[in-house]
T-cell receptor, first 110, second 115 residues
């Protein structure tokens, strides 16, 4: 089955700096890669996703890149703000199954 | 409109008892997912429904876990003879079609504590 690894597990950045979270996956059949943000005590919410026919996608301060050959994808947050502090989960999906990474706890220091 | 709802929000039960967790997906969403999230951990896939059918039950951790869905709507996750290691937040998510085209919308979760 699919195995998704996510790094780092914790990340602290100064407000205004960039944050990068990386995930690798094992099954080349995976073709959909969403990223979820989970604030403390709240439910995960989709923030951006990318499909395997695209190498990069950007939405304001958030971007995701995908390298199918290397089987890794990354979340980039620029100009970080305190409200970006949360746990971020990557996932890889093929068909109807979703495999999640173990999460990255991001702290943005004001 | 209404999002995914789950009940109860919190459940404390004694070891060995059975529990039922309920999920009400967004109306019209054909796909429904159950996940388990242990404290400080990631999301562990349990089971997926397309309509009322569960084509993939491989994520259920043991035969003490079962789930059903009726009317292409509400789903219940049942844990029999609960164990302390079952303590976790159980999250339900639904999507319009599942798979590649389906963004998942998560419910608030049920926090299960087995004492």
């Amino acid at each position: 089955g699919e195995n998704v690894e996510q790094h780092p597990s914790t990340l602290s950045v100064q407000e205004g700096d960039s944050a990068v979270i990386k995930c690798t996956y094992s099954d080349s059949a995976s073709n959909y890669f969403p990223w979820y943000k989970q604030e403390l005590g709240k439910r995960p919410q989709l923030i951006i996703d990318i499909r395997s026919n695209v190498g990069e996608k950007k939405d304001q301060r958030i971007a995701v890149t995908l390298n199918k050959t290397a089987k890794h994808f990354s979340l980039h947050i620029t100009e970080t703000q305190p409200e970006d502090s949360a746990v971020y989960f990557c996932a890889a999906s093929m068909g109807n199954q979703f495999y999640f990474g173990t999460g990255t706890s991001l702290t943005v220091i004001p | 409109g209404a999002g995914v709802s789950q009940s109860p929000s919190n459940k404390v039960t004694e070891k060995g008892k059975d529990v039922e967790l309920r999920c009400d997906p967004i109306s019209g969403h054909t796909a429904l997912y159950w996940y388990r999230q242990r404290l400080g951990q990631g999301l562990e896939f349990l089971i997926y429904f397309q309509g009322n059918s569960a084509p993939d039950k491989s994520g259920l951790p043991s035969d003490r876990f079962s789930a059903e869905r009726t009317g292409e709507s509400v789903s219940t996750l049942t844990i029999q003879r609960t164990q302390q290691e079952d303590s976790a937040v159980y999250l339900c998510a639904s999507s319009f079609s599942g798979g590649l085209r389906g963004e998942q919308y998560f419910g608030p979760g049920t926090r299960l504590t087995v004492t």
